[in-house]
């Protein structure tokens, strides 16, 4: 079946950095554009990044740019988020997702990790 987990969140201090890793499972992971959405309690999901299948194109929400680098190794089933010049408001649950083919990068997800905490404060 499909699995995906996530870890290497933290809590951290503002200006540092983390790597989340997400570890696929159960399907033809170089097949499939591969996202990551953060959800904080009480709010909306909120789209991250996005990748496609050899990593050739990549998508950022607007105020992570120059701050986060979505990765993949598709030898390893395994995507990244390098996440750098971390904030206050980076804050947040943190879940990799696999995009439904033909949907939305943003917001068409079939599967998800159980999200793993990013927590920045000083």
């Known amino acids: 079946q499909v699995q995906l987990v996530e870890s290497g969140g933290g809590l951290v201090q503002p200006g540092d950095s983390l790597r989340l890793s997400c570890a696929a499972s159960?399907?033809?992971?170089?097949?499939?554009?591969m996202s990551w959405f953060r959800q904080a309690p009480g709010k909306e999901r909120d789209f991250v990044a996005s990748?496609?299948?050899?990593?050739?194109?990549?998508y950022y929400q607007d105020s992570v740019k120059g701050r986060f680098t979505i990765s993949r190794d598709n030898d390893r089933d395994t995507m990244y988020l390098q996440m750098n010049s971390l904030r206050p408001e980076d804050s947040s649950v943190y879940f990799c997702?696999?995009?439904?083919?033909?949907?939305?990068?943003?917001?068409?997800?079939?599967?998800w990790g159980q999200g793993t905490q990013v927590t920045v404060s000083s």
């Open positions: 990748i496609r299948w050899s990593g050739e194109r990549r």
């Open positions: 159960g399907f033809n992971f170089s097949t499939y554009y």
């Open positions: 997702a696999r995009v439904i083919p033909g949907g939305s990068y943003v917001r068409d997800f079939d599967y």
